[in-house]
């Protein structure tokens, strides 16, 4: 789109005053913004009290769509129009041991479907993709953009994060809400997750939007506006779009933690993965490949799955993913190859009764508290520490029972994991009834809410 503004005509401070009032930003008024951020022209600090006044103020959907369009315009597209495979990603409003995009990226790339996957990091309590990765022996997320088309070309799948080409402001902005706050906004999300998602050349996306204690948006109300609104996006800028909602009321799988993520993403690759994060894999996948056109119902896209699972395709294509991005493929194989924690130790149930409750929100902060995430824009992040959480919300226990393994690097560490668990982990006479695994289906139709069996398919 072009700019009716320029560079000398910024006055970022005039922004950040009409929003702090309430007033609106015009959509080239937000190309001029986006692109001198970009730029470095317009500073973080500037940036950060516009988020908070967009954060505080909302933003209406014209400026939202500006928002979007612009951060979107600040990089290139990866043009894959010449292949012939449809193209699909997957993208989640982010989780606590959500390691679904680990697992489905090379799954749905074996079955003949492109995955240009664009990742972020870790965000407030939640984990990143991108950390993840890192935590793989010489793994490289900073692909250029030639390299990402190439690699897909050849493998039908890379994994790689935003550089200066692929969505460099929402790569900036990204940062830059996680440190000031301003990360649980609907228009803020659905800017920056459907500008990465439009920059990869899509045909079809799927959103994994989390609704419970742990997502950025708890309530559900929330979560199905969060769904809408970025299925609205998505499908009027001309890729098909269709988003489930997914629990985030306990951590996804046992595992949370980079490198722990990435060794249980490997068993699921394997066959052996957790009940709970092979239904929301499977579920996400389905759409995948019902929105591909590789299957044409649920019951066949969920059979190729467990096939190319079974048949050792899906774990194949991770090696061969990660050999082409530097990495070690031998982790396939032998997870032992991954940075291990110094320290480890065994968290156990303090009394008899019934797990109520496994906060995810408490665990995330854990591993930051650990070293595992970020509290400033420069932290580096250990990948060896986490938790494996093998208690879940309605386990009957004893006193004394492992609950959970605390990973740190020194006796620090571990007295700050075992806090955390004390603060996450409930035991109580009864538990609390979890939120359906996947709830609700939302399409440019309409919302359908999925029964037992639906979202069991
Ligand atoms: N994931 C993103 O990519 N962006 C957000 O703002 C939140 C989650």
Redesign the pocket.
């Known amino acids: 789109m072009p700019h009716s503004l320029s560079s000398s005509h910024i006055d970022a401070r005039a922004f950040i005053e009409r929003k702090r009032e309430g007033g609106r930003i015009a959509p080239a008024e937000w190309h001029a913004l986006i692109r001198d951020y970009a730029d470095g022209i317009v500073p973080d600090y500037q940036m950060s009290a516009l988020m908070m006044a967009c954060f505080l103020r909302g933003l209406d959907t014209g400026e939202m769509t500006a928002l979007m369009e612009a951060m979107l315009a600040s990089g290139a597209t990866i043009d894959l129009t010449h292949l012939a495979a449809p193209r699909v990603d997957k993208?989640?409003?982010?989780g606590v041991g959500d390691k679904v995009s680990l697992v489905l990226a090379p799954l749905i790339a074996a079955l003949g479907v492109a995955v240009p996957m664009v990742s972020?990091r870790g965000?407030g309590h939640?984990g990143g993709t991108l950390d993840k990765l890192e935590s793989i022996p010489g793994f490289r997320t900073r692909l250029t953009l030639a390299e990402a088309r190439a690699q897909v070309e050849r493998l039908g799948c890379a994994m790689i994060g935003q550089t200066a080409e692929i969505a460099p402001a929402?790569r900036k902005l990204?940062a830059l809400?996680d440190a000031t706050a301003t990360?649980e906004s609907i228009p803020?999300?659905a800017a920056?997750?459907v500008s990465?998602k439009l920059a990869e050349g899509l045909t079809g996306l799927v959103l994994d939007v989390k609704r419970g204690s742990g997502a950025?948006m708890p309530e559900l109300a929330r979560g199905l506006e969060l769904a809408r609104t970025m299925v609205e996006l998505g499908t009027t800028h001309g890729v098909p779009t269709v988003a489930l909602l997914t629990a985030m009321d306990r951590p996804l799988g046992r595992a949370c933690g980079n490198a722990l993520e990435i060794e249980e993403a490997i068993h699921a690759l394997h066959g052996e993965g957790p009940a709970d994060l092979m239904e929301v894999t499977f579920a996400l996948g389905t759409e995948m490949l019902l929105l591909a056109g590789v299957a044409r119902t649920a019951d066949a896209a969920r059979f190729a799955m467990t096939d190319a699972i079974r048949g050792g395709a899906a774990a194949r294509k991770l090696a061969e993913i990660i050999e082409a991005q530097g990495g070690n493929p031998g982790v396939v194989e032998d997870p032992a190859v991954l940075p291990q924690a110094a320290a480890c130790e065994i968290f156990t149930a303090v009394r008899e009764g019934v797990v109520a409750r496994v906060e995810p929100r408490a665990v995330g902060r854990g591993i930051i508290a650990l070293g595992g995430g970020r509290t400033t824009v420069e932290d580096t992040v250990d990948p060896t520490v986490g938790f494996v959480i093998s208690a879940s919300p309605g386990d009957r226990v004893s006193s004394g029972e492992p609950l959970a393994t605390v990973f740190a690097r020194d006796a620090e560490g571990i007295a700050a994991g075992m806090a955390a668990l004390r603060e996450a982990i409930t035991i109580a006479d009864a538990a609390v009834a979890p939120l359906p695994l996947v709830s609700h289906r939302v399409t440019a139709s309409g919302v359908e809410e999925l029964g037992a069996h639906r979202a069991a398919v």
């Open positions: 993208h989640s409003t982010g972020g965000l939640t929402d990204y809400r990360v803020l999300i920056s997750i990465k950025f």
